[in-house]
């Protein structure tokens, strides 16, 4: 279990008290590998830490040490050193020699920038220095046993190094039952799939595999599962690299299938044996390729029991925890999404979404458990608390594998430096991880007082209701008093206004909103939070095609920004494109997971989809904020009353939440079970459709409700006119007016039908808009 934070300063661990972790280089089937400091020799070694059923016995352990002592006898430019075996805290762990490259597995599949195949003079090149390297591990008594693209390092002046050697037998040795195979599918030799005796000879196989792969870009054995793959060597002759790759020379070929003999006595019988051969072949005049000059393009098969592949680093950024008061949660908040958004851009890092950490999160305590759930190598944790002085906050990286802490520090930082922290955490996760970290985009709010309003204001809008919403607004135009042409605030401005419209009861004028969505645009035309509110301003106000390309283009330049999912998800639902709806919503919710809305439009989704079971999972749990209690109710109402379900509706009035009667879920529950409120109730919902004539979308909205209302007490005809005016509205639902079970009487009625003719064109243009088909 990891120790809790602490606000001591601390950094990366030492083990053994000799080797301090610098980074994570990657994971693996055998443990994680570090690039760690000797710091009794001040030099940087690899750390190989071994999973502990590898070495959980005596007798495993001197098996490894054993094996350890045959892999120190090779000492080749080759071949990389191994040095020792260590302990710290039952962990135990082999430090080698450290290469500063890249494998040929990154080079073959992970360059974005490689153009053509590697020229058979590369090839060449590169199959003569692992040559050198097998044959002086031969000749030292020492097979590899897993040779392949993973185990071969390419550094940046051209030296090729093999890695890894003797950690195969060990594992091997360690290995209970006898006869299990050692290796990786994709390169094992017939005789290791088997479970037999292996020589360098099965090296001699291996090193065709990677030849192959080098020469077509592709692997010499493929399947849908890893039996397939294995067994493929047993059943089928070599294959032939020219049948992939025409160009491929003949003497080329003919090493190739050689090396990859079905029987290990008509293979090659030592590396050097390949070396003469590879000697012998004829090159072509090219220019030389540097090592990370590659194919384009080939495709990896993926293979469940394969290394973590090259490439990225999968993080999860943990909530940061709140350790002062409740009303500071929203800096925590803040920072927590900050941090996960700087990772995001850079190259090498994945990131889990933050809703998958806080669902996993309330699974476990134990943040290695969570990552582990997660899928990921590293976790980021920490708090954050106000003090007189301004933050303090904590944070440290953990190694899932083994729990090593990379990385921790407390940050003592005045309030106008708050920006600054997530970006020196980056920071900090990019050396730990090892990957290059661009330059990070300056903030666009660089007041630091206006960007703790700015936070707080987005903290309130994600809490649905009329008083949360005016106090988003109150610190919007705090913030803006004091950077009043930041397109960032504005455009969330724009929105607060915007929901202040809908929630009102005709009284509040639509102008500020359009205004302030307008100045964002035009000071900010490429920012993705300005097209969101501009799309989201033009739907409100009918202007549906135009709303849909700015919501689109949102998404288009930004990629993370939650309420743009969130937005789309809800019209792609309403163009009968459901399950296009449904995987953004879901994108939304594991971005931003306070997005109440967002889960009652996935349940409203599969209900119009037919799975209830699905709508009443995502409805379950009442929110716990009283502010949000309204709106979820609203939802939720309008699915009991599609289902005629009175005993949902007893149960829902019966429950002990702040559901004020004027609230619209309410009323359309109280209708179901006491027929004599009925007028007041439809008098309620006309007054909600009518916004000053200028929100068509709440009123084609509420007179959609209306329709449902009128539909559960049998008026076809009242129901039909109050589509009718939803039409007129503006009204694109095409999914509602052909799947809402309770209007499936009205789609019998002539004018019905010809509505969703109109209904149905007009969604046709917005699903064109959204880029929908």
């Known amino acids: 279990m990891i120790a ?37 020799l001040d030099e940087v070694v690899a750390l ?7 070495v959980n016995t005596p007798e495993m352990l001197a098996r490894f040490r054993q094996e350890v002592k045959l892999a120190r006898r090779v000492t080749h430019p080759n071949v990389a050193r191994t040095f020792d075996i260590g302990e710290h805290h039952g962990e135990k762990f082999l430090t080698m020699e450290f290469i500063d490259g890249i494998s040929l597995a990154e080079m073959l599949y992970q360059d974005p920038q490689r153009e053509e195949l590697f020229p058979l003079a590369r090839v060449v090149d590169i199959g003569l220095a692992i040559c050198a390297g097998l044959d002086a591990a031969h000749r030292a008594g020492v097979v590899h046993r897993d040779l392949k693209p993973d185990n071969v390092l390419v550094t940046k002046d051209d030296r090729v190094a093999i890695t890894d050697f003797g950690i195969a037998r060990a594992v091997l040795s360690a290995h209970v039952t006898v006869g299990a195979p050692v290796g990786t599918p994709a390169y ?20 065709g595999e990677i030849l192959y792969e080098l020469l077509t870009g592709v692997t ?41 003999a079905r029987k290990p006595e008509d293979r090659y019988a030592s590396a050097s044996e390949i070396a003469a051969a590879l000697s012998t072949l004829t090159l072509p005049v090219v220019s030389q390729v540097r090592p990370n000059a590659k194919p384009a393009a080939p495709t990896r098969p993926s293979l469940p029991l394969l290394e973590t592949p090259p490439g990225d680093k999968k993080v999860a950024v943990l909530p940061f925890q709140n350790g002062g008061r409740p009303e500071d949660d929203y800096l925590a908040s803040g920072l927590t999404e900050d941090l996960i958004d700087t990772l995001s851009v850079m190259d090498g890092i994945r990131v889990r979404p933050l809703g998958a950490a806080i669902n996993a999160r309330t699974r476990s305590a134990d943040s290695r458990e969570v990552g582990r759930e997660l899928g990921v190598q590293v976790v980021v944790e920490g708090s954050l608390r106000r003090t007189s002085g301004g933050l303090r906050v904590s944070a440290r990286i953990v190694s899932v594998g083994d729990g090593f802490q990379l990385w921790a520090s407390r940050f003592e930082r005045p309030e106008a430096d708050f920006l600054k922290v997530g970006d020196e955490i980056a920071c900090a996760i990019s050396r730990a991880l090892i990957v290059e970290r661009p330059e990070v985009q300056q903030k666009t709010i660089e007041d630091p007082i206006a960007y703790d309003l700015y936070l707080r204001a987005r903290h309130e809008l994600h809490r649905y209701s009329p008083e949360t919403t005016q106090r988003a607004i109150e610190l919007y135009q705090e913030a803006l008093a004091r950077t009043p042409d930041d397109p960032v605030i504005l455009s969330g401005y724009a929105l607060a206004r915007l929901k202040e419209f809908m929630y009102s009861d005709g ?26 509110a501009s799309g989201c301003v033009a739907f409100v106000f009918g202007e549906s095609e135009r709303g849909a390309r700015e919501i689109r283009e949102a998404l288009r330049t930004g990629k993370r920004l939650a309420d743009a999912h969130e937005m789309f998800g809800r019209l792609a639902i309403e163009v009968d494109r459901i399950e296009a709806g449904i995987e953004h919503l879901g994108a939304a919710l594991s971005i931003e997971p306070r997005l109440l809305l967002t889960r ?19 409805l379950a749990v009442p929110p716990t904020d009283p502010q949000t209690y309204g709106v979820y109710w609203l939802q939720r109402a309008r699915i009991i009353y599609w289902r005629r379900d009175l005993a949902a509706a007893r149960t829902a009035l019966s429950l002990e939440g702040p559901l004020a009667p004027v609230d619209p879920g309410r009323m359309i529950l109280d209708s179901m079970l006491d027929p004599s409120v009925l007028a007041r109730q439809l008098a309620f919902l006309d007054q909600r459709a009518n916004v000053g004539g200028q929100a068509l979308r709440r009123t084609a909205m ?5 329709a449902e209302v009128l539909s559960y007490h049998g008026d076809e005809d009242g129901a039909l006119a109050a589509t009718l005016e939803a039409e007129r509205a503006g009204l694109f639902d095409i999914g509602w007016c052909m799947r809402c079970p309770i209007i499936e009487a009205l789609r019998r009625r002539k004018e019905f039908q010809e509505l969703t003719f109109r209904v149905g064109e007009r969604a046709a243009k917005i699903r064109s808009a959204l880029g929908l088909t």
């Not at 190989?48 to 590898?54: A, I």
């Open 600 to 618: 009652g439009e996935m349940a409203r989704g599969y209900e119009l989809l037919g799975n209830p079971q699905i709508a009443d999972e995502l």
């Open 507 to 532: 009284n509040v004028s639509g102008d500020a909103t359009r205004l302030a969505a307008e100045r964002a645009m035009s000071l900010a035309p490429n920012l993705p939070e300005a097209h969101l």
């Open 702 to 706: 509420f007179r959609q409700i209306k």
């Open 188 to 207: 094992m030799s017939p005789e290791q799939v088997e479970g037999l005796p292996v020589d360098e000879r099965a090296d001699v196989y291996a090193l």
């Open 4 to 40: 809790p934070l602490t606000d001591e300063h601390t950094v990366a661990e030492v083990l053994a008290g000799r080797y301090e972790l610098l980074g994570l280089v990657g994971t693996g089937g055998m443990g994680s590998v570090y690039r760690a400091r000797d710091l009794e």
């Open 220 to 260: 010499a054995w493929s399947g849908e599962s890893i039996f397939q793959v294995a067994a493929q060597r047993l059943l089928r002759p070599p294959p032939d690299p020219r049948a992939q790759r025409s160009t491929v020379p003949d003497g080329a070929a003919q090493i190739v299938m050689r090396c990859m």
């Open 48 to 54: 190989k830490v071994l999973r502990r059923e590898l």
